[in-house]
């Protein structure tokens, strides 16, 4: 199961950390991700991260602004999304899949597992 938390309403150019925890035991093969919905839109990627390796991919949205990790200590996968701006407000949840390769992490049907979600509304 995935537990996902840390948003809130925050203004244009600040900062949020999103946390993802992982309950049980982590497989190496996992990829994390990080999706979000607008009200009306479709679920798009955001970010993702091999949990061995730690390979990194973004959407060119958020490139420079927000950076995905984790920790294995903690079983978490962290979004830290910086210089916010209003069309960043969305439902953001975190999402599991296994061996996925890199041509694949963007497409939210690939993932398995999905966290329940949390709001992030940034005001102008």
């Known amino acids: 199961q995935l537990q996902a938390c840390g948003g809130g309403l925050v203004q244009a150019g600040g900062s949020l950390i999103l946390s993802c925890v992982i309950s049980?035991?982590?497989?190496?093969?996992?990829?994390m991700g990080w999706f979000r919905q607008a009200p009306g839109k479709e679920r798009e990627f955001v970010a993702a991260?091999?949990?061995?390796?730690?390979?990194?991919t973004y959407t060119d949205a958020v490139k420079g602004r927000f950076t995905i990790s984790k920790d294995y200590t903690k079983n978490t996968v962290y979004l830290q999304m910086n210089s916010l701006k209003p069309e960043d407000t969305a439902g953001y949840y975190c999402?599991?899949?296994?061996?996925?390769?890199?041509?694949?992490?963007?497409?939210?049907?690939?993932?398995?597992?999905w966290g329940q979600g949390t709001l992030v509304t940034v005001s102008s």
């Open positions: 999402a599991a899949g296994r061996g996925l390769i890199t041509s694949v992490l963007s497409n939210p049907t690939k993932y398995a597992y």
């Open positions: 991260i091999k949990w061995s390796g730690g390979s990194k």
């Open positions: 049980g035991r982590s497989d190496n093969n996992y990829v």
